[in-house]
């Protein structure tokens, strides 16, 4: 299951990703209808879910002040808001990469996507380790 945050509405990118994700695509507004969803909320919603990965361009806000868990993944893309729509695209790339290219490679990983490359950190090891520059 992709999870995408609800910054990310109107954009069209669940239909972009279904088109090549064989699982659900969501909005976290779908994980707990009808209120206000907190960052600090979101964990405890992806706790909920079997394995799935969050996806939001808030990185300033969960690139390293989210502790990674090994039952979800979090992709931050560190892109500006006019720029969200490559978002599908870039998360293909993203899970064709050999590092993270099955879904229980990704679980534990909180990941940053920017322009000069991917890096992430674990739940295990909070060291930042560089996958693509």
Known sequence: MIVLDEQLLGRDLEDKIARWYQGAVVFITELRPNSIIKDDAIPHLLHQQS???????????FWRKIQAHADYCIVCFAL????????ADRLRELFS????NTKAQRMGKVIRVSDSGVSYYTASDATVRVVSP
């Not at 394995?51 to 806000?61: L, Y």
């Not at 500006?80 to 978002?87: G, H, L, S, T, V």
């Open 51 to 61: 394995e799935p990965t969050f996806v939001t361009i808030n990185e300033r806000d």
């Open 80 to 87: 500006p808001d006019p720029r969200a729509r490559e978002i």
């Open 97 to 100: 990469l050999p590092l993270l």
